[in-house]
């Protein structure tokens, strides 16, 4: 029994929640659109309109390699040190897409970066939750590499 209401539990939690999104938390969305935001369920949030300053809660919504490579080391820049940066794509190259799970992985690694979740949004949209390195922890991932002295 005790199996089953754990398993009602996560099947009713919403995306943010998934997300561990909690209210009150300083965010930026960049590139999402309004309804793949109402669709995950999120808490009342600080949303900033522009990119200044540290947040707890970033979001980068892409397409393309090219563009992840060229946004990513901008939205980590303002992550706040306990801080997460989910990067969602579209899924099985929807939308055009040129972007993977090992290529997400591979770039948020590159920039110093490690992924921890992922979770589905939509049926277009996947997301990777990416966090600052903790000190002393050792990191080995197939996909990607860390910088020295990350």
Do not use: C
């Not at 089953?4 to 969305?29: D, H, N, P, Q």
């Not at 669709?39 to 949030?45: C, F, G, K, V």
């Not at 309109?49 to 707890?56: H, I, N, T, W």
């Not at 992550?79 to 989910?86: H, I, T």
Request: hydrophobic share 40%; no cysteine.
């Amino acid at each position: 029994m005790l199996q089953m209401s754990r398993v009602a539990r996560t099947m009713t939690r919403t995306v943010a929640e998934k997300m561990g999104i909690r209210a009150g938390l300083r965010s930026y969305f960049a590139h999402a659109s309004p309804g793949i935001l109402a669709s995950m369920n999120l808490p009342t949030l600080v949303i900033a309109e522009r990119l200044q300053g540290e947040f707890d809660y970033i979001h980068l919504f892409v397409e393309t390699q090219e563009a992840m490579e060229q946004q990513f080391p901008v939205m980590r820049d303002h992550l706040a040190a306990d801080g997460m940066l989910w990067v969602s794509w579209p899924k099985a190259h929807q939308l055009g897409s040129d972007l993977s799970l090992p290529i997400i992985i591979g770039i948020g690694y590159s920039h110093g970066l490690v992924e921890s979740t992922t979770v589905s949004i939509n049926d277009v949209w996947s997301a990777i939750k990416f966090t600052h390195p903790k000190s002393g922890k050792i990191y080995q991932n197939s996909y990607g590499t860390l910088p020295p002295n990350t």
